[in-house]
């Protein structure tokens, strides 16, 4: 599938978390937004909080949402909720939509991380050497560096949704909203957890 962000009618879902580390859930957020930036659509699902069921939650964000003119699916990281990791290849194959995944620090890699907390756990290690390496790419909008990994789109195409959905600092848009309404969501289920003030 070929990516054109400059259409007015092009969509994005974009999907973010949050997790407390001390809490068994996270929540997910799913917003399809256009590139107008304007919002048509907005989902939530949770997640087990070191889990393995990442993967599901992205799938069920796309199933609940029952929308065919989605162009392409945005992670807000696909290592997420305390190493419950998304196959991104997974994602693409089931809903035959490309997927972009983000993230914003550098990192030597995750995996000796993984067996400290988890130990030799198979599937975990599997999933996280399946995602790869991450691409550096530089927003020409806002000079800001992000990381990428990507299935079923070119580079340029990446390059293009980012700088196209992306205003200020580094994270595009999509993923901006739906990681506000996932903190909002989690703050409003373990509000005791939270100032109230």
Known sequence: MRLNPYKKGFRTLGIAESFLKRK?????????MRRDLQVDGVAITKIKVGGLDATDGVLRIYRKLGREDINVIMLNGCIISWFNIVDLEEVYRRTQRPVICLTYEESE??????????????????LYRKLGEREVVHLRRTGAKVYVRYVGVERREVEAVLNELTLAGAVPEPLRLAGLIARAVLRFIYMEDFSLS
């Open 109 to 126: 890699g995750l995996e000796g991380y993984i067996k400290e907390y988890f130990g030799e756990d198979g599937e975990r290690l599997n």
């Open 24 to 32: 068994p859930w996270s929540i997910l957020c799913g917003v399809v």
